[in-house]
C-alpha cells in the first residue's frame, strides 16, 4: 500500500493550493480518506475528511470554508484544495486511508490503517 501526496509548495497569504494524494494498493473507494497538517514543531492535527462514495465530508472548525475535500474513485486520488491561505496553514499535510467503525471519530489519527509520507506547505506573510 502506498499514498503518495503532491502539490505542496510556497505560496503568499490569500493564495490557493490544491494538494493531492494518490493510493495504490488499496480497493480505493472503500476507504475513507483524511488530511492532517502538521505544523513546525507541533502535533498533527485533522483537517478533512471524506467518506467512500464522496458524498458526506467533514472539517474542522479552524479550516471550515476556506477548504474543500474531494475524492476521484476513478483515479484513486483525494484532493485538498485550500484557499485564502495563512501563515498558520504552514506545514507539512499528510494523507491518511481507513476504514472507520461505529463509534470512530474521523479526527481520531490512530484509527486510519495507512499514511502518505507528507507534502509541505509554506505561506508566507
Known amino acids: 500500500v502506498q499514498l503518495v501526496e503532491t502539490g505542496g509548495g510556497f505560496v503568499q497569504a490569500g493564495d490557493s493550493l490544491r494538494v493531492s494524494c494518490t493510493a495504490s494498493?488499496?480497493?480505493?473507494?472503500?476507504?475513507?480518506m483524511s488530511w492532517f497538517h502538521q505544523p513546525p514543531g507541533r502535533e498533527r492535527t485533522f483537517v478533512a475528511y471524506?467518506?467512500?462514495?464522496?458524498?458526506?465530508?467533514y472539517y474542522s472548525d479552524n479550516v471550515r470554508g476556506r477548504v474543500t475535500i474531494s475524492r476521484d474513485n476513478a483515479k484513486n486520488t483525494v484532493f485538498l484544495q485550500m484557499n485564502s491561505l495563512k501563515p498558520d496553514d504552514t506545514g507539512v499535510y499528510y494523507c491518511?486511508?481507513?476504514?472507520?467503525?461505529?463509534?470512530?471519530?474521523?479526527?481520531?489519527?490512530?484509527?486510519?490503517?495507512?499514511w502518505g509520507q507528507g507534502t509541505q506547505v509554506t505561506v508566507s506573510s
Open positions: 494498493g488499496i480497493t480505493f473507494s472503500s476507504y475513507e
Open positions: 471524506i467518506n467512500g462514495s464522496g458524498k458526506f465530508t
Open positions: 491518511a486511508a481507513g476504514i472507520l467503525r461505529d463509534g470512530d471519530r474521523v479526527f481520531w489519527s490512530d484509527k486510519y490503517d495507512y
